[in-house]
């Protein structure tokens, strides 16, 4: 709109004109989307795999480029749609309380002039002269007893006794209201569509993508009442899903276009949506990261270049679709990823990684390949699999430098907060997936096996978890498997000889371990990070000597160790990793923990691969097993 926007123009508007216009930019961001798909899913994978020559690299290139140009149309032009649409679902309140004010006047015989004042007839007597009280005209928000009070003139407040007068001033009141709200949300909005723009010969970059977060912000401040507050976020997981399913196909993509970093991380919502929205989440939050300062936006930013990477190729030989099912900078970021999609596969698990992990290059290497690696040797049993690494919460966070210090005092707090999120999670994976009854594995490692040891302790455990598996874990919390919700014969367990979390002191009843080993980290920390664990553990089992007589062996640092026969789990067999001493001592580093870190590595440790995929694709009896402690 040009001008002031006056009561006429107000009333006059044709808004089912303004919503045309909006479908039409929906029709383009449609197309724009169609168009990067072809690109993605046909042109480029096709050149990728039939062309080797020198040309083939600059021809992908320039449709990678292509695909990015219409990422950026379909995203701007959504976000124009929603804008447009907000402004019409405003302005039509605004247009009714206006209406209803002009009615009300023409039934009353008065008069609205093109500035909005009221004019009423003679109505009611004067108290004196007997004769009627003239009538008058009043504008909206006139203040009473503003000006010196005369018997026969227009007056204000309860000092006029024409009857008229009142009723005029209220429907002046009324006409200023819905006029003054619907200029304010005309120069909002209109400041929003000014943003949505670029520059001719695009060229979508990082810098791009943090203009385009920009632009989204905009969008979402004067489009909240719209859309972001109708958003079921405090309703449960099975709810959100029934709420998404009743909307039209037009009210889904408006979603999608004002709040993918909402829709994105709901739980509830169908994955293939949340997949959508999170990729153009990944854009936004590479953009924005991009612009800012620190190691830990650079780390981030890494983490999410890789992943995007990652998303952009070809999955490989047995290897499903990715889907990005969470992302965000929040804490030490979040991140969520499947392979193979967990609402149609009837095998789905969800692994929680550990101590040290954040959202970062290291993550997008190790962790989602350990997710990978899980799906690869589940499909060999059963090809419905789909498995999902959930960095949904803060691990513990502990620099090299510190280790020995806060072991002391690492706590169960991490995990306790991280619980709630991983079994709203996975009540959505319950809610969303289209088998009647899909069988559901969580996974917990290191540290992740005591924030899913939380959650099954929580009331009604995991939701709808069938099987929980353990590796290097440092305890759970509970006594028994028994207490995990699932039953002890599915509670299994995976625990390499040589891997030294599963045997950290406990720091109540093991004091003299635990010091043993804070001493030795210390001594060793000089050299990094690995020697100064080796040497920790060296200085630990000195120190159990001497705490020996306070200690219960089935104690390790989180309570009963899962791989002790006290615990009751399964326990299944794993290779034993590299020794830890089988090392020349001038060459600390020399020395690794890999033991902690092959249970996932088929090329590593086989059989604790198998036995996870096996168990993963609900072939839990046919895992080979090992004794307990």
């Known amino acids: 709109m040009t001008g002031v926007l006056t009561w006429k123009q107000l009333h006059d508007l044709k808004c089912d004109e303004l919503l045309d216009a909006a479908e039409g930019w929906g029709a383009v961001s449609t197309q724009a989307d169609a168009a990067r798909d072809r690109i993605s899913d046909e042109m480029v994978r096709s050149l990728e795999a039939t062309q080797k020559g020198v040309a083939a690299p600059a021809a992908v290139g320039r449709l990678r480029r292509l695909d990015r140009n219409y990422d950026y149309i379909r995203t701007e032009s959504g976000l124009v749609r929603t804008t447009v649409n907000s402004l019409v679902y405003e302005l039509v309140?605004?247009?009714?309380?206006?209406k209803d004010a002009l009615d009300d006047a023409a039934s009353l015989g008065f008069t609205v002039a093109a500035d909005g004042s009221v004019s009423y007839p003679a109505g009611g007597k004067n108290l004196i002269t007997n004769q009627p009280i003239p009538g008058g005209s009043v504008t909206g928000g006139y203040l009473p007893l503003s000006r010196p009070p005369s018997l026969n003139a227009p007056q204000p407040g309860l000092l006029n006794l024409n009857p008229n007068f009142g009723k005029a001033q209220d429907i002046a009141d009324r006409i200023l209201r819905a006029l003054t709200a619907a200029r304010e949300a005309d120069e909002h909005f209109s400041k929003a569509l000014n943003r949505l723009k670029a520059e001719p010969g695009l060229d979508v970059t990082e810098s791009t993508w943090k203009d385009a977060a920009g632009d989204l912000a905009a969008v979402r401040e004067v489009s909240g009442d719209y859309l972001k507050k109708t958003i079921p976020t405090g309703a449960s997981p099975a709810d959100r899903h029934d709420w998404w399913t009743h909307l039209s196909a037009t009210q889904r993509d408006e979603?999608?276009?004002?709040?993918?970093?909402?829709?994105?991380?709901?739980?509830?919502?169908p994955a293939a949506v949340r997949d959508e929205a999170n990729r153009d989440n990944l854009r936004l939050l590479m953009g924005k990261l991009a612009g800012e300062d620190g190691e830990a936006a650079k780390a981030k930013l890494d983490g999410l270049r890789s992943?995007?990477?990652?998303?952009?190729?070809?999955?490989?030989?047995?290897i499903p679709p990715m889907y990005l099912l969470g992302i965000g900078d929040q804490g030490n970021g979040r991140a969520i990823v499947a392979f193979g999609n967990p609402d149609e596969s009837r095998n789905v698990s969800a692994y929680v990684p550990g101590l040290g992990t954040s959202l970062d290059e290291d993550f997008a290497r190790n962790d989602i390949r350990r997710a990978r690696d899980t799906v690869k040797g589940a499909r060999v049993y059963d090809p419905s699999s789909a498995s999902i690494v959930w960095l949904g919460y803060d691990a513990p966070q502990l620099p090299a430098e510190?280790?020995?210090?806060?072991?002391?005092?690492?706590?169960?707090?991490?995990?306790?907060?991280?619980?709630p999120a991983y079994n709203e999670f996975m009540a959505g994976i319950s809610a969303t997936n289209e088998h009647t009854d899909p069988h559901i594995t969580a996974i917990g490692h290191s540290y992740g096996s005591l924030t899913v040891g939380q959650a099954a302790q929580r009331p009604g455990g995991i939701p709808g978890a069938d099987d929980i598996i353990l590796v290097g874990s440092p305890g759970t919390g509970a006594h028994t498997a028994d207490q995990l919700g699932v039953g002890k014969d599915h509670v299994y367990i995976g625990a390499a000889k040589n891997d030294i979390v599963t045997k950290l002191p406990n720091p109540v009843e093991g004091v003299g371990a635990l010091e043993g080993f804070q001493a030795g980290f210390r001594s060793g920390s000089a050299q990094g990070l690995v020697p100064g664990l080796v040497s920790g553990l060296a200085g630990a089992f000195t120190g159990y000597e001497v705490g020996d007589a306070v200690t219960d062996e089935s104690q390790i640092y989180f309570g009963t160790d899962p791989a002790n026969h006290e615990f009751g789990a399964r326990r299944f067999a794993t290779g034993d990793g590299p020794p830890l001493f089988d090392f020349d001592p001038r060459h600390l580093e020399l020395a690794d923990i890999e033991a902690h870190s092959n249970y996932f590595n088929p090329e590593k440790d086989r059989q604790s691969a198998d036995n996870i995929a096996r168990i993963v694709a609900g072939r839990g009896d046919k895992i080979t097993t090992q004794e307990p402690r």
Do not use: E, H, W
Request: hydrophobic letters at 45%; charged letters at 20%.
């Open 93 to 98: 309140g605004f247009q009714s309380q206006l």
């Open 255 to 269: 979603y999608l276009a004002a709040c993918p970093d909402i829709l994105g991380n709901l739980d509830g919502i």
């Open 307 to 318: 992943i995007d990477t990652q998303l952009r190729a070809a999955p490989g030989p047995g």
């Open 402 to 419: 510190k280790l020995a210090d806060n072991l002391a005092v690492m706590s169960r707090r991490d995990a306790v907060a991280g619980a």
